[in-house]
């Protein structure tokens, strides 16, 4: 059997009947060379309007319900694309995650992946067709639907790639590769040919949405070489590479990602014993709650303040949990929503050292104030008031010169 490539369209790409009718196109001339699985997103759009339906009736619905409805936009590109296909004399047949036993825990919108039937996919593709599934989407060991976050598609991919050992999974979508920032935001961001798998990983997970850093885990895990390019023009996009063999110098910095839903949280006054960390975190991710910068202050008079971000989803769980905290007393709990992140990446900076001041030097120019920063061995990550966030990127572009 010819090699396997799995193919993901995004929402624009799907965006309408005209939008599938190319991508049927790219489906087509692939299938001519190596055997192509599809996974689509829903048409762009219809996720957030599904969001919007399920609302109607409060904000917080039903989570098994809320993930029954916003899997059913992926259902719909899914079989329109493999009608378009059929329509043109290619075979084609799509599958919901239920269809292929994508099987996945069983936290509603955060759900994650654990195993997927290949059999079915592999069968399909030995029979002729071309097997379209639904991005995005999986059921729990009982059957229900659940989803696995927004941007999830990416993921699904992924999973499927590294599941039926393809050789390659290519992410399509609406921008020609991964660039050195959203190049929506700073238009003279520039596109690079290649990013290494480490890199990628802190982009994504620090907020570059072009794909969500649950499939380039997967990727890293299993192995799969990601290529990100356009649906809607030629070129050979972005690739993912695993390992690091060419010998040039690394950049200092590759890209800035940022994350503007984000909430600060301050705990004021906490008295400051063994173990306050765990007693305030451990809650914290037991309702899978992810926290990202965390500072705690030297302590006063045995006080001290613990400070973290979240997402901006997870606010109002979040401060729920902390009203509840049963071991950890404090005087004040202080809640900012207006703040964004804003992370440079880049393994140079494992061996270079200035790549903090220079980042600092370019804020304080632009009279920008640093709230929080945290660092890593190839990332430093800044928080910053929600409003000097598109100032402060393209202030950190230019200070590292990436449109070069
Ligand atoms: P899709 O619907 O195809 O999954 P997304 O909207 O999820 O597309 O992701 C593509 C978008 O990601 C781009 O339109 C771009 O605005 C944004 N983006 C953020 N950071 C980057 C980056 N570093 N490089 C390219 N695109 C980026
Ligand atoms: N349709 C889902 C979303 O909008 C999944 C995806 O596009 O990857 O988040
Ligand atoms: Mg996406």
């Known amino acids: 059997m010819a090699e396997i490539i799995v193919q993901k369209f995004g929402g624009t790409s799907v965006g309408s009947v005209e939008r599938i009718a190319e991508v049927a196109k790219i ?6 060379e190596n055997n192509i699985i599809v996974v689509v997103s829903a048409m762009s759009g219809e996720t957030n309007r599904l969001i919007g339906l399920a609302k109607s009736f409060g904000e917080n619905p039903n989570k098994r319900e809320f993930d029954a409805l916003v899997s059913t936009g992926e259902k719909v590109s899914a079989s329109l694309l493999a009608i378009a296909l059929n329509q043109i004399g290619i075979k084609a047949k799509s599958f919901s995650a239920a269809q292929i036993s994508m099987k996945t825990t069983n936290n509603f919108s955060k759900a994650k992946i654990l195993d997927i039937d290949d059999k079915k996919i592999l069968d399909t593709l030995a029979d002729g067709y071309i097997p379209i599934i639904t991005g995005f989407q999986g059921i729990t060991e009982t059957g229900d639907v659940t989803t696995l976050g927004r941007g999830g598609s990416d993921t699904t991919a992924v999973a499927i790639a590294a599941s039926v050992k393809a050789k390659q999974c290519d992410i399509y979508t609406d921008v020609d590769g991964i660039y050195t920032t959203d190049p929506r935001m700073v238009p003279n961001a520039k596109k690079l040919d290649a990013i290494s798998m480490e890199e990628m990983l802190e982009m994504a997970g620090k907020g570059a949405k072009v794909i969500q850093i649950r ?12 290529r990100v390019l356009s649906s809607f ?72 303040d613990f400070t973290f971000t979240v997402s901006e989803e997870d606010k109002s769980n979040a401060e729920a949990v902390l009203q509840n905290l049963k071991d950890v007393t404090y005087d004040d709990l202080i809640i900012d929503s207006d703040v964004a992140k804003v ?3 880049g393994v140079g900076m494992r061996t270079h050292a200035g790549v903090a001041s220079t980042a600092f030097k370019s804020l304080s120019d632009n009279e920008i104030n640093i709230q929080m920063i945290s660092t890593s061995e190839i990332k430093i990550t800044i928080v910053i008031k929600e409003g000097a966030l598109e100032s402060a990127v393209k202030a950190l572009h230019s200070a590292f010169e990436l449109e070069k």
């Open 233 to 304: 023009e030629q070129g050979n996009g972005t690739l993912i590479y695993l390992k690091d063999d060419n010998n040039m110098e690394n950049a200092l910095v590759s890209g800035i990602a940022f994350q503007k839903d984000q909430v600060k949280i301050t705990l004021h006054g906490v008295t400051d014993t063994p173990g306050i960390a765990y007693q305030i975190l451990g809650p914290l991710s037991d309702e899978n709650i992810e926290v990202d910068v965390i500072v705690q202050n030297v302590s006063v008079n045995g006080k001290t």
């Open 343 to 345: 992370s440079l990446v």
């Open 215 to 226: 499939a380039v885990e997967f990727a890293n895990k299993f192995n799969v070489p990601v």
């Open 27 to 32: 489906v087509e001339k692939s299938a001519q």
